[in-house]
T-cell receptor, first 114, second 112 residues
Framework: EAQVTQNPRYLITVTGKKLTVTCSQNMNHEYMSWYRQDPGLGLRQIYYSMNVEVTDKGDVPEGYKVSRKEKRNFPLILESPSPNQTSLYFC?????????????FGPGTRLTVL | AQSVSQHNHHVILSEAASLELGCNYSYGGTVNLFWYVQYPGQHLQLLLKYFSGDPLVKGIKGFEAEFIKSKFSFNLRKPSVQWSDTAEYFCAGWYNNNDMRFGAGTRLTVKP
């Protein structure tokens, strides 16, 4: 089944404790992206990647890192999480034949930073 | 900076009522427009998209949207909503600098 998977789905952590949220897609998509969803703000793009080893900042990259060493994986890294990073995070991928592509979203990761 | 705005935060309708959700995008050169839906507990999924051609776009589940360039709008419509349309709806624009912008979302509640 074609899908985007994220792990973990739920995470409670404490300020300053490094964490990684994994994202994997099995559709051989070139484009992958991370978003955070906050009430009243919708989805905001954190980082995106147009191919292996190619990443770029989105709208709200501060406090986050990403890497794209393999086509299928695009982990989101919070080196020193803070309470303002408490949010619902979505990973997405698309074939990238242009900006007309549909994005396929993962199930979301709900992160709470205490 | 580019932006996409949605006017309605929460819309409550009765079944069979007509729906129109507003979406406006800022000018930024070429922009491709999308409506995504998030049903309770589910992933975001595509309803419809516009990038060229006929400005009236038809999507899944009876939804349609009209691209009006002069108004920078891409409103979502459905003639008769069902209880199963209860969800959150997001308008999004993919700008030509690879910037993807989402609106804040509109929560739709359909009363049976």
């Amino acid at each position: 089944e074609a899908q985007v998977t994220q792990n973990p789905r739920y995470l409670i952590t404490v300020t300053g404790k490094k964490l990684t949220v994994t994202c994997s897609q099995n559709m051989n998509h070139e484009y992958m992206s991370w978003y955070r969803q906050d009430p009243g703000l919708g989805l905001r793009q954190i980082y995106y990647s147009m191919n292996v080893e190619v990443t770029d900042k989105g709208d709200v990259p501060e406090g986050y890192k990403v890497s794209r060493k393999e086509k299928r994986n695009f982990p989101l890294i919070l080196e020193s999480p803070s309470p303002n990073q408490t949010s619902l995070y979505f990973c997405a991928s698309s074939p990238w034949t242009g900006r007309t592509d549909t994005q396929y979203f993962g199930p979301g990761t709900r992160l709470t930073v205490l | 900076a580019q932006s996409v705005s949605q006017h309605n935060h929460h819309v409550i309708l009765s079944e069979a009522a007509s729906l129109e959700l507003g979406c406006n995008y800022s000018y930024g050169g070429t922009v491709n427009l999308f409506w995504y839906v998030q049903y309770p507990g589910q992933h975001l999924q595509l309803l419809l998209k516009y990038f060229s051609g006929d400005p009236l776009v038809k999507g899944i589940k009876g939804f349609e949207a009209e691209f009006i360039k002069s108004k920078f709008s891409f409103n979502l419509r459905k003639p008769s909503v069902q209880w199963s349309d209860t969800a959150e709806y997001f308008c999004a624009g993919w700008y030509n600098n690879n910037d993807m912008r989402f609106g804040a979302g509109t929560r739709l509640t359909v009363k049976p």
